[in-house]
């Protein structure tokens, strides 16, 4: 099972391959290759090395992907398509290939299901291009992460050596978005090299999942915490008639009880799968009992830092394979394969999977012009979210005296949403005259939290 | 219809924890989402489920009719008032 996505993107998909579907068409392997060349030439034609690669539907972002590959060139993946995550990128891409022109001025080839090309032979291509995601670093900083097809191909051959016994004939679905690392490799890229097709939409209610998995005898469930902790109460942590045969996580932790209400819903416990954007997939893991260990993937081998108690690792999914690269979670060692992991050592959080940066946010919120200052503190409760405690200007103080809380919290979320989703904003808003400090001038984190529980 | 929308809107504050926000602030027509009272994919996971139970309604598979259903506390009065036989 070694090089199967390199091989799989050189030979393209056999005849009999079903790319994708949907609830009223599917994408068979013609079709997909006519998609592929079609955009291939266009791609081939333009001299513009650095592309922009968005697209809602699955099938149009895969063969956009396969197509750009092939054609040698440097796709750029953005989180999102939002205005202020594409302007931030603005000097890392030269042209777009989207389903929608995502800024002006650019070079753009649309992805469309309406274009109907000829029917065409797989491209040929003697120089594979690469990969470039984003995300956020320590500083507030979106930070570039190459990729090769090296390194994808390592991690795409590892997940079918590690898992391919467990799904067999699976279609796959998706509740998480194909632009992120994690929906990238489990839901576009190991499907395709191991020929089993994926619904081009993604899931977004229970419903339609639910649908899915009434329709189809074998579907494999690529999802996240965000989704997987929720869905048992939406099917009434009732044992459900029709299962998943495998069930994913990823994307941030998955709690013990989540874990076990999915259990009982579907007969199985999810497999969670710790990484990042940077390292790739790390361990695995299926949650049995409470704080379960993780298991190392077979090409990566990990020790701990002595000073601070990371987690280091060296693995073949990363563009210096020999060299330990530290990671920012601190963990314990149980032996060679296996660890917990314990917290992460700086100040990045995540808010329903999505990364950030609460440096990036505190930045954020100090250039509004309402402002003063600002903190951001993590709260568990009723759900894991944001609170801001902000300090305002005289013209801020004012605004909240006559319009009120609503309008300002209102106003400072909108400058928030330039840079980060809606998911992630604060849900907790406090205007004290001054940001709490111990004595010796520092923000000490139980302040500010006990300052965003005590209601206003 | 008024009771309605306004059970609709004490659900929605109650069942997603809305600080700051009171029934007199949220627009029967407006957006729920995004722009509008500024609910996000979470919420309306949240607030699908909470509908579903308060008023005891069949949520369909088709996703774009869900979202025409949830698209302002008007739809969803409207929605609750079809399904009531």
Known sequence: MDNLLLNWLKQGPNTQ??????????????????????????????????????????????????????????????????????????????AVLADEPVCEVRTFIPLSTEITPPAAKW???????????????????????????????????TLERTFAEQLPHCSVVSTVSHQHIYGLLFKILWPLAANRPFLSEQIEYPETLSYYLAIMPNLCL???????????????????????????????????????????????????????????????????????????????????????????????????????????????????QQFTLLNRLDRIVKVEEKRISMVQMEQLLRSHPLVVDAAVAMLTKPRQMLGAIVTLTDEGKALLATEGKLAVNNRIKKHLLSQFERVTLPRRWRYPDAIPQNSEGKRVQSDLISLLKKHD | MTTLNNEIKQLII?????????????????????????????????????????????????????????YSVASLASFIESQRV
């Open chain 2, 14 to 70: 109650d069942c997603l924890d809305l600080e700051d926000i009171s029934i007199e602030d949220i627009d029967t027509n407006a957006a729920l989402f995004g722009e509008g009272l500024g609910l996000d994919s979470i919420d309306a996971l949240e607030l699908g489920l909470a509908i579903k139970k308060q008023f005891d309604v069949k949520i369909e598979a088709n996703s774009d009719a869900t979202k025409a259903h949830f």
């Open chain 1, 17 to 94: 391959q079903l790319i994708s579907f949907n609830h009223h068409d599917i994408m068979p392997s013609n079709r997909f290759c006519a998609q592929v060349a079609y955009l291939y030439q266009q791609l081939h034609a333009q001299p513009a090395q650095r592309w922009l690669l968005a697209a809602k539907q699955s099938d149009l972002f895969a063969a956009g992907l396969c197509a750009g590959l092939l054609a040698g060139k440097t796709i750029i993946l953005p989180a999102n398509t939002q205005a202020g995550t594409i302007s931030e990128l603005n000097h890392q891409f030269d």
């Open chain 1, 222 to 336: 690529i999802s996240s915490p965000a989704q997987l902790s929720r869905l048992p109460g939406a099917l009434e942590n009732q044992l459900q008639h029709r299962h998943p045969s495998l069930i994913f996580s990823s994307g941030g932790p998955l709690s013990f009880q989540a874990a076990t209400d999915i259990e009982q819903c579907y007969r199985q416990v999810p497999i969670e799968i710790f990484g990042s954007t940077e390292t790739g997939g790390i361990a695995y893991r299926r949650q049995h009992k409470a704080n379960e260990p993780w298991q190392v993937f077979s090409p990566v081998t990990i020790k701990q830092a002595p000073d601070d108690g990371a987690l280091c690792i060296q693995s073949a999914y990363l563009e210096q394979d020999n060299q330990w690269h530290k990671c920012d979670d601190s963990i314990e060692l149980i032996n060679a």
């Open chain 1, 123 to 157: 491209p040929k291509s003697d120089h594979l291009g690469e990969l470039i995601l984003f995300t956020s670093g320590s500083s507030g900083e979106p930070k570039a992460v190459r990729k090769t097809i090296a390194q994808l191909d390592a991690e795409v051959s």
